[in-house]
């Protein structure tokens, strides 16, 4: 079975197994070789090839049989030229060439999937955009899917083991994981203590909650499920089955049973959960309903989980990060739930026993860790980039932007040298690692599992045992194309708006608890020092 990425007309970022999505904001969102027609505020200034009415148009070689509909706006309107499709083609293939020049080199060959890109009908692509559109989340429903290209990215799907074949009738579980940054920054660049104290998505998740994006509050923290120490990774992966949000799904021979359902409980989630996978873990049927059955259960995924997060032999080139600054910084993220309630016990929390260096969360770490200078150190850099192409507009393909993602990009993400030379060059380098780097933080991991037979002989693939059964596995990463080098501003903004929000919200109330406890204890002390 294969799945199919189809492209947004800007050829923006494409989704898994899924339709890729151009902005329903004409405004905000380029649309590659697109017209705007509305106001002169909408026109699109990506690509910098694109033909536009600020570059003047041959009206005698103007043919209206080349360009079509492409969707509107409240104050706009775009139609698209053929030209458009063979940008997409360019953007798909680099998606292509980056996650097998790159991301193969960092993480390994098994666990990275490129696929190839692929032609398909216009009719058939209509036809099935139709189709699945009542299948959306609404929220994605404003997004507008491209319908005149025709290419889309063709991959194996990772709902399923890849490594070798197996029968079909063979039930297969699958856990999709998105661990998300596991350090805490270490730059000397970062202005705001509290970064070196508390990690990005602890922080983030107050952030989510206020503006309505969650619920509640998850009691997941990378920082844990990094850490190496099986206790600590057990109460992430807990975290996360009891708050799943985006982070974690689990689908059943390739359907979703299990992922974010804000409007059901917890524990009814882990019920109707335990059933899906009681098959699995006891397949003779030895527990009875139940809450003792169903915590077992749970229990069972989570140290299966955990035991093939911390295999792997897939050797991949992240070793040569090794002689970078290392991870450095605290082990422990002090917003941790795992670490606080600890602390109230007077315990210390156990530190990092260290990832095994073949397995998955090493190498993806040691990827993440290519953010050297945070994004405070990062951005006027980006803006030095920036003058410097405002200077020479034509140079943006020299300097490999938008690709080509070869060898030679490859080898210059290796420098990790931190001292500034004031050049471009090494702007551009620290750039790109960061969007290197930031692919690594916001990918996930597919952990595919399908029962041994009892009587299956002994070979090559991996195994992972449970308490009452066995299971060949095989671990993949998807979410790999690049992260756009438009996006640094932004980032750059959410970043201080996470931290501020922070500072102004939780920080503030610990302290005013910490400052009415010293309070107390003063006059206390006051008090016992007159009598």
């Excluded at 059933?275 to 140290?303: D, M, Q, W, Y």
């Amino acid at each position: 079975m294969l799945g199919a990425w189809l492209p947004a007309a800007s050829a923006c970022k494409c989704g898994r197994l899924g339709l890729a999505e151009a902005a329903a904001d004409r405004s905000s969102s380029p649309v590659g070789c697109g017209w705007f027609l509305g106001e002169p505020a909408a026109l699109s200034s990506w690509p910098r090839e694109a033909p536009g009415p600020h570059r003047g148009m041959d009206e005698g070689k103007m043919d209206e049989n080349e360009w079509g509909y492409h969707g509107e706006g409240n104050k706009s309107l775009v139609v698209a030229h053929a030209q458009t499709s063979e940008e997409i083609f360019q953007h798909l293939q680099n998606i292509v060439d980056f996650g097998k020049n790159v991301m193969k080199e960092f993480l390994g060959e098994n666990y990275v999937h490129c696929g190839e890109v692929v032609q398909l009908p216009l009719d058939f692509v209509k036809q099935l955009c139709l189709k699945i559109q009542c299948e959306r989340p609404e929220s994605r429903c404003d997004k507008d899917l491209d319908t005149l290209s025709g290419y889309a990215l063709c991959l194996p799907n990772l709902a399923r083991l890849q490594t070798y074949h197996f029968a079909e009738h063979r039930p297969i579980l699958c856990v999709e994981i998105k661990p998300k940054c596991g350090f805490i920054p270490f730059s000397s660049d970062v202005t705001h203590e509290m970064k070196h104290k508390v990690c990005r998505y602890c922080m983030h998740q107050h952030l989510k909650v206020a503006t309505g994006k969650w619920k509640q509050i998850s009691k997941y923290c990378p920082l844990d499920l990094y850490s190496g120490n099986k206790q600590r990774m057990y109460f992430a992966l807990k975290s996360l089955l009891q708050e799943a949000q985006n982070n974690l799904k689990i689908f059943k021979n390739g359907e979703l049973i299990y992922g974010c359902k804000d409007a059901r409980s917890p524990v009814a989630d882990w019920s109707e959960l335990a059933h899906h996978l009681k098959p699995f873990f006891f397949p003779s049927n030895g527990l009875a309903s139940g809450p003792h059955c169903t915590r077992a259960v749970i229990r069972e995924l989570v140290r299966v989980i955990t035991r093939v997060l911390l295999s792997g032999s897939d050797k991949g080139r992240a070793g040569a990060l090794r002689s970078g600054p290392g991870l450095r910084g605290p082990p422990v993220c002090e917003a941790s739930p795992f670490s606080r309630s600890l602390r109230c016990q007077g315990k210390n929390t156990p530190e990092r026993s260290g990832l095994p260096k073949g397995c998955l969360l090493y190498k993806t770490l040691q990827v993440q860790m290519l953010d050297l200078l945070d994004i405070e150190g990062l951005y006027p850099l980006y803006r030095r980039v920036e003058r410097y192409l405002e200077e020479f507009p034509e140079e943006r393909k020299t300097l490999q932007i938008d690709g080509p993602y070869d060898e030679a990009f490859y080898q210059r993400l290796l420098d990790l040298s931190t001292e500034d030379d004031g050049t471009v060059a090494f702007a551009l380098t620290k750039v790109q690692q960061y969007r290197v780097a930031m692919t690594a933080k916001d990918c996930s991991i597919m952990i595919a599992l399908s029962p041994c037979l009892q009587d299956a002989s002994s070979d090559q693939r991996p195994i992972v045992p449970s308490s009452r059964s066995r299971f060949a596995f095989s671990v993949s990463v998807l979410d790999l194309d690049l992260k756009p080098y438009e996006s640094i501003p932004h980032q750059y903004k959410l970043d201080g708006k996470i931290v501020n929000y922070y500072l102004k919200t939780v920080h503030a109330k610990d302290a005013t608890v910490m400052s009415t406890r010293f309070k107390e204890s003063e006059d206390c002390t006051l008090v016992l020092h007159k009598v």
